[in-house]
């Protein structure tokens, strides 16, 4: 492909590449929508790493169906030569072509052929334009599908971890799915007309981590009934400024937008998240038709309807055994509750949906698909909002390639592990093995064994040159200890009842270490981690000389405009004594057991049915 198959005199004309009239941002630039150009099409309709396909792609290059020099020869030999051109030695008498030297013949048949040449040339280019015309055209078109918005909105953001030494960064992406009603389609899906015109709730929450060598990868859900910090957003469409508060994760998208999500993640969690993507009902089900049947299994009759006193319900029913569902039928696995128990049930439920759809997907080798990746495409890009540094069609597609390289057994779908609110039996709050959880996500370590020793002595490796490179960041403090004043607030009740006293008892340990200007705050402030804050940069090597006078790492100071000076927050994570206590290295394949990991390996998983649901 890209090379012309008519030749003249000898020599190959050099047709486009595809890359020249397809996957090429110059040609395609907008003239400041803030969108990437550039149409799909770099490779052949097979190749794997062919962006979505568009119609009339110049894959099948130039050069097909063209006329051969060869077959001009052909055709002009039943041609005279021209009147008075001279008969060799020997020829006398011969007229025509039969007559004429082989060195003749070439002579006069030269400017035709040149003409056929110039005139295929011609042809082929008018249709190369016109297929890359009508490529680019459509990849407007799903471009013109997405919708985007701000990363992160949220007060206290995180700093992109460090790269490795071959470059590389893990991917964290978070996935929210929205109840909202907005939509008549949503409202006709499963929804009350009573909502529609309220905020969206973000009813279903997913970190998906890929490593940074892109051989594993890792997901952790957070039910949406779960007690979290929720940091101060701004609405950046109504410029409406939502203080921070403590509640439940799933209010989160009704304070800001899936920034504001983002931001409360990055809190809970200390995870640094590069893009987020949100879908509702009706996506769903647009996603699920695109994607065709997947394969679920329940172990009794499944009926989740509406029973005395206890209203609601999706609708799913089910025979006991394996089902493919898709469109509004996968909508209803993934929405059902009470038949499954708990949102924990549900969580459990998505996790064996997703890992049946990858295993399918791959299965059905739909990234060389042409005609199943198109739709796939059409169904993305209508269905899915995300942030804005991925909102072109391009970024997406090279999203999903860095996706596809991770084999079905080295994925593991886990929920953080959580206990009873102490505040509200009906909500959920992080359990104390949730911090184990997310220190493997913040070292990059394998949620699976499957791989090899040496993959995981890499793995090691590189958390701890991140460390190390994060440890030759420390900035010298402007001011010594005795002049430094500090904060220190009591945040131990993040998950459970607060342990009393622990800002005293932190503030006289700083006092002791020379911080004479350290006082204790009686305001609680919930929190899971334990922080160290500052305002601005002329504050932060004060603030990384707290944190290592108390054994507090590195990776927990944070800028913040919550803060007025170098302030402290005890979290749950540190409940007893005066330093810091010193976290365990994780190992591959540590998951907490009651993180309830499913590895996408795992065909034969099956729900449990909640007695009270079956038929």
């Not at 304070?255 to 504001?260: A, I, K, L, N, S």
């Not at 005795?482 to 006289?508: C, F, L, M, W, Y």
């Not at 990776?555 to 010193?582: E, H, I, L, N």
Request: aromatic fraction near 4%; glycine fraction near 12%.
């Amino acid at each position: 492909m890209g090379t012309s198959g008519v030749r003249g005199d000898g020599a190959r004309e050099r047709g486009p590449h595809a890359g020249e009239l397809g996957w090429d941002d110059s040609l395609y630039e907008d003239g400041g929508d803030g969108r990437e150009g550039g149409v799909p099409g770099g490779g052949a309709a097979g190749d794997a790493k062919t962006p979505p396909p568009e119609p009339g792609s110049a894959a099948a290059g130039p050069g097909k169906n063209t006329p051969h020099a060869s077959d001009a020869q052909a055709a002009q030999g039943a041609v005279s030569p021209k009147s008075g051109t001279k008969s060799p030695k020997g020829a006398k008498g011969v007229t025509g072509v039969a007559g004429a030297t082989a060195a003749q013949g070439a002579t006069s048949r030269r400017p035709l052929g040149r003409r056929i040449l110039r005139w295929a040339t011609a042809v082929l280019s008018l249709l190369i334009l016109g297929t890359a015309g009508a490529g680019y055209l459509y990849y407007r078109h799903l471009n013109g599908n997405i919708r985007s918005g701000e990363r992160s909105n949220g007060s206290g953001r995180l700093d992109q971890p460090v790269a490795n030494s071959a470059g590389q960064r893990p991917l964290n992406i978070l996935l929210i799915g929205s109840d909202s009603r907005n939509k008549p389609e949503n409202v006709e899906l499963g929804g009350s007309k009573s909502s529609v015109g309220s905020p969206p709730l973000a009813d279903v929450q997913m970190l998906v981590h890929v490593s940074a060598d892109r051989k594993n990868a890792s997901v952790v859900s957070i039910p949406r009934d779960t007690r979290v910090s929720i940091p101060e957003c701004e609405d950046t469409e109504t410029g409406t400024v939502h203080p921070a508060t403590n509640a439940i994760i799933n209010e989160t998208l009704a304070r800001g937008g899936p920034g504001c999500t983002l931001a409360t993640w990055e809190k809970l969690t200390g995870v640094y998240i590069d893009h987020w993507m949100t879908i509702d009902f009706s996506g769903v089900v647009k996603m699920a038709d695109a994607i065709g049947g997947v394969g679920v299994c329940v172990k009794d009759n499944v009926w989740d309807r509406p029973l005395p006193g206890v209203p609601g319900g999706s609708g799913l029913k089910l025979t006991a055994g394996t089902h493919q569902v898709q469109g509004q039928q996968a909508l209803q696995w993934l929405r059902t509750r009470h038949a499954f128990e708990s949102d924990l049930g549900r969580a459990k439920a998505q996790h064996m949906y997703m890992n049946a759809m990858i295993r399918e997907l791959k299965s059905q080798n739909v990234f060389t698909d042409t005609p199943r990746l198109t739709g796939l495409a059409e169904a993305a890009t209508k269905s899915l909002e995300v942030s804005e540094e991925i909102g072109t069609v391009k970024k997406l597609f090279d999203l999903a390639m860095q996706l596809k390289s991770v084999p079905t057994d080295r994925l593991t779908m886990t929920t953080m592990p959580t206990a009873v609110d102490p505040q509200d039996a009906n909500h959920l709050v992080a359990d104390g093995d949730s911090d184990d959880l997310w220190k493997m996500v913040r070292d990059d370590v394998a949620f699976d064994s499957n791989g090899d020793s040496a993959e995981e002595k890499a793995a090691a490796a590189a958390a701890a040159e991140r460390r190390k490179a994060e440890e030759s960041t420390v900035k010298e403090p402007t001011t010594p200890p005795a002049e430094t004043g500090v904060i220190v607030r009591n945040g131990t009740g993040g998950s459970r009842t607060p342990v009393k006293g622990r800002a005293a008892d932190i503030t006289q340990a700083l006092v002791a270490k020379g911080y004479t200007l350290a006082r204790a705050d009686a305001q609680l402030t919930p929190e899971e981690k334990t922080t160290v804050s500052y305002p601005s940069a002329d504050l932060e090597g004060n603030a990384q000389a707290v944190a290592k006078a108390l054994g507090v790492p590195t990776d927990s100071v944070k800028r913040s405009t919550d803060v007025s000076g170098v302030t402290v927050v005890v979290g749950a994570d540190w409940r007893d004594g005066t330093s810091f206590p010193k976290e365990s290295e994780p190992a591959a394949g540590g998951v907490p057991d009651t993180a309830d990991a499913l590895n996408g390996s795992e065909k034969d998983a099956c729900m449990d049915v909640y007695a009270p649901y079956r038929f």
